[in-house]
């Protein structure tokens, strides 16, 4: 009887316990206000904790990566060495290519490189878990002028938007992560369409979605090989910032668009410092709703709309 | 008091998930820590007490991971209260016990709150690559287990019982 009892309590409480999360897990996934403002407090609480602590146990995780991951430290040091050697040459052509970066800049209106306001900051970890793979938290935050929706950086390019703000820190939803979207402008035919990760492809990127392929077949339609891809105008990133090179051009399997295989510039899963550019995203999906190639399942068609809706939805909040 | 003491339990446990863990990783994969103290809340303090610190142990994870506030707290109370509802007899609480229903318990937890997100919609949770996660933290979480026995022994405020009974398990 005793034991019953027992087991009927346990379950009430199960259940009290699964109603709470159902209810929390509603009011976080509609964005209530109070929700996202408690945790960022614990957040902000718990930083110089954390911090305090990494400092200390900094040396524990540089002596396990030297152990287990030697081989992949020897492998990067032996990039570098190339790349150095390769930017040694690069120098001494660079005086001469001045002028002409500077034309191109101009040609394609990188302005972001000059023009606006930045944050830069320190990476301070990756994932946390073991479901956040693309995702950096950085040591700068509101405080610093940083919101969500802005545009984060690197010299190479793109390296993805913020997601979360802290007081001290922010979390940034990086480039590779398949679900994030980006408006992209092919620079050798100033054609914009919508592009995302490749998911399982380290540096892989495509648009497939807003650029239809040419009814002729005119070569010179095509975006060139190995021809910039930057953001568009019209997307939430401000225009021009460089997010790769064009790697192959050819049908999606509707025959009526273009899907574009690039090259990330960035490789994001290397990053020490990165720069904040400080505008606010627009407040609405500025592409507007992109219909989805025609042919694929239905179940990838909702989700990407669900995605774009749901930066919509983002914006108007703002 | 108690309270107290579990929540420094909690304190130490995200601490050293988001220090240590962050670099300390085997295949890309860290330990995970909270799904641990959730399923020792279940086996210690029974499915009652359990699953209620286990709620409060997925609360605070879920406070930094990017999926929303309350999946993991779901996913840990379901399996702390299954853990605690064991038949205490199948147990002499040996450590070997203790690391084998780390294990499950973890393999549980996160094939649990992959689960629960995508049926919340977050997508790209479940895919092979799940297993494998699941598999190498419970492997982690098993060997920390008997180390993590004892201050959750402390902090439910009953006497180590590895080797007798379990105190706190009614």
Do not use: C
Not at chain 1, 221 to 238: H, K, N
Not at chain 2, 102 to 107: D, E, I, K, S, V
Not at chain 2, 110 to 127: F, K, T, W
């Amino acid at each position: 009887m005793a034991l019953a009892q027992r087991t009927g309590r346990s379950r009430h409480r199960l259940i009290l316990l699964a109603l709470t999360a159902i209810t929390l897990l509603t009011v976080d996934l509609n964005g209530f206000g109070p929700i996202e403002s408690a945790q960022r407090v614990v957040r902000d609480v718990l930083d110089p904790v954390t911090s305090l602590a990494a400092t200390v146990v900094s040396p524990a995780g540089d002596a396990w990566n030297s152990i287990f991951n030697y081989g992949d430290l020897e492998d990067e040091n032996n990039a570098l060495r190339a790349e150095l050697e390769e930017l040694q040459g690069a120098i001494i052509r660079g005086e001469a290519d001045t002028e002409t970066l500077r034309r191109l800049l101009a040609a394609t209106d990188l302005a972001y490189v000059d023009d606006l306001e930045r944050v830069t900051a320190e990476v301070k970890y990756g994932s946390v878990g073991n479901f956040d793979d693309h995702l950096i938290t950085i040591n700068k935050g509101s405080r610093d002028g940083i919101s969500e929706g802005m545009a984060v950086v690197t010299g190479a390019g793109l390296v993805g938007r913020v997601e979360r703000v802290d007081n001290a820190t922010a979390t940034v939803q990086l480039i590779s992560d398949a679900t994030l979207f980006v408006g992209a402008r092919l620079v050798s035919t100033d054609k914009v369409g919508l592009g995302h990760a490749v998911p399982g492809e380290a540096g892989m990127f495509v648009i497939d979605r807003g650029t239809d392929y040419p009814d002729t077949d005119d070569p010179t339609l095509l975006p060139e090989i190995g021809s910039r891809v930057v953001t568009a105008g019209e997307s939430s990133f401000p225009a021009d910032i460089p997010i790769g090179t064009v790697r192959s051009v050819r049908r999606s399997s509707d025959e009526a668009s273009m899907e574009v295989q690039v090259d990330l510039a960035n490789n994001v899963d290397d990053l020490h410092f990165v720069t904040v550019l400080i505008v606010e995203p627009p407040s609405e999906f500025p592409l507007g709703p992109i219909e989805a190639p025609g042919g694929t399942g239905a179940e990838e068609n909702l989700s990407e709309t669900d995605e774009i809706d749901e930066t919509d939805e983002t914006g108007e909040d703002e | 008091m108690t309270v107290l003491k579990v929540g420094a339990v909690f304190l130490v446990a995200i601490v050293m998930q988001l220090t240590v863990f962050i670099d300390v990783r085997v295949a890309d994969v860290a330990p995970e820590l909270l799904a641990l103290v959730a399923v020792l809340a279940g086996f210690l303090a029974g499915p009652e007490r359990g699953s209620t610190i286990a709620f409060g142990a997925g609360l605070l994870w879920d406070i930094w991971l990017p999926t929303p506030l309350g999946l993991a707290a779901m996913a840990f109370a379901t399996v702390a209260f299954a853990v605690g509802s064991i038949e205490a007899g199948l147990f002499n609480d040996s450590r070997l016990q203790v690391s084998a229903l780390a294990f499950l318990g973890t393999f549980a937890a996160v094939i649990a709150y992959a689960l629960l997100g995508e049926v919340v919609g977050q997508r790209g949770l479940v895919d092979l690559e799940l297993l494998r996660v699941a598999l190498i933290a419970g492997v982690l979480n098993s060997l920390i287990a008997p180390f993590l026995v004892r201050p959750m022994t402390w902090a439910l405020s009953g006497p180590l019982t590895l080797g007798g009974p379990a105190p706190a398990r009614s």
